[in-house]
């Protein structure tokens, strides 16, 4: 079935259907990464997007539910080149197109991935229409003009509280989209950890006596969060260590009279260096966000991370406070352990013990 991707600059990207068959309008964006494509349709972070895959052949290693980052898939289209019709892994469950139709994600194979991701690298993100349908691409592209992602974080936290227990610090994770694994990178090294709520109120959190809180990832416009930052205003005010990831790192900085603005096209992918200034080593990272922090208070915060591609702000610590922020995801496994570090920076922030101490 022939399947159509309109831009809203007009222009008409033909290929192939695949995955379930129905009609979504998204945030066009890219992804550089070799490996990785459950994880990725599994990421919060890409609420209200189409991801386009730039690595050429996709779904050749199938698809293992355990590597699922959250309970479902969140772009609204998967784009590739080509979709393998055929895959070989000892863990595989399903196949790329099964997974696709489980979760009503539509996707398109047979564009040219080199050329469409060329076009948003130089004119920036996009919104798209994906349809197996005719269409009539004036009345498409002026409906394009208009899409927003709204709503984005209160759309994809859990509502209700988790944990995962253990004998060591108490954490309280605010959940703005979390992706599994830093629940889980927290609960192998001991940690008890509760996970609340996106619109947890800070006394409801600091009632819990935490021995640290955790920002999470997640999707969208972080000045959307009003009422989030008035409550990690408050957080911020106490005394209590505190480690942000992504758009928790954008959170916190906004709370602290920062500024955030969207960039071109953004960082997504798992290649993506960055270099520690305090340790005066760049590590590979992985990454996905549309947003960065711009601009600082320098009285509160100073950089200690930043992008060797284009110089971005990738990490805050906040002066004379037990807080320190990402914007890369240390817990995505790129190195595939090379940035893992910051949890133990954490735990030790915490008055506990690193691995590396335990050893």
């Not at 009539?136 to 992602?149: A, R």
């Not at 500024?259 to 005066?280: I, M, Q, S």
């Not at 110089?311 to 037990?322: P, V």
């Amino acid at each position: 079935m022939r399947a159509y991707l309109i831009l809203e600059d007009g222009s008409v990207y033909e290929g192939e259907s695949f995955g379930a068959v129905r009609d979504v309008t998204c945030e066009v964006v890219f992804n550089t990464a070799m490996t990785g494509y459950v994880e990725t349709l599994s990421d919060p972070s890409y609420y209200g997007q189409g991801v386009i895959l730039t690595y050429p052949i996709v779904g050749n290693y199938g698809v293992n539910y355990g590597d699922m980052e959250s309970r479902r898939i969140w772009p609204k289209c998967l784009i590739v080149r080509e979709a393998s019709k055929q895959s070989s892994n000892f863990r595989k469950e399903a196949t790329l197109d099964d997974y696709l139709c489980k979760y009503g994600i539509p996707g398109i194979e047979g564009v040219d991935t080199r050329a469409l991701t060329k076009k948003i690298r130089e004119h920036g993100t996009m919104a798209g229409f994906l349809t197996t349908n005719r269409f009539d691409k004036e009345k498409v592209v002026e409906e394009l003009k208009d899409y927003k992602i709204k709503d984005a974080v209160k759309s994809v936290s859990d509502k209700t509280v988790s944990r995962l227990e253990n004998d060591g610090k108490k954490v309280a994770l605010l959940d703005f989209g979390a992706k599994d694994n830093i629940a889980n990178c927290l609960h192998k090294r001991g940690l008890d950890v509760t996970i609340f709520p996106h619109d947890t109120k800070a006394e409801d959190i600091i009632a819990m006596n935490p021995d640290g809180i955790m920002l999470s990832n997640g999707p969208g416009d972080p000045t959307e969060n009003v009422e989030v930052i008035k409550n990690l205003q408050k957080l911020y005010e106490t005394d209590i260590p505190i480690f942000g990831i992504c758009l928790g790192h954008q959170l916190m900085a906004l709370a602290t009279g920062a500024k955030t603005e969207k960039l071109k096209y953004g960082h997504r992918g798992a290649n993506h260096p960055v270099k520690d200034l305090e340790r005066g080593r760049v590590y590979i990272t992985s990454q996905n966000h549309g947003y960065v922090v711009a601009a600082i208070d320098e009285t509160k915060a100073e950089v200690s991370h930043v992008n060797i591609n284009d110089g971005t702000i990738e990490g805050l610590r906040y002066k004379g406070k037990n807080i320190f922020t990402v914007q890369f995801h240390p817990e995505a496994s790129p190195g595939p352990q090379d940035t893992e570090y910051l949890f133990d920076e954490f735990i030790e922030m915490m008055g506990g013990k690193s691995d590396a101490e335990k050893a």
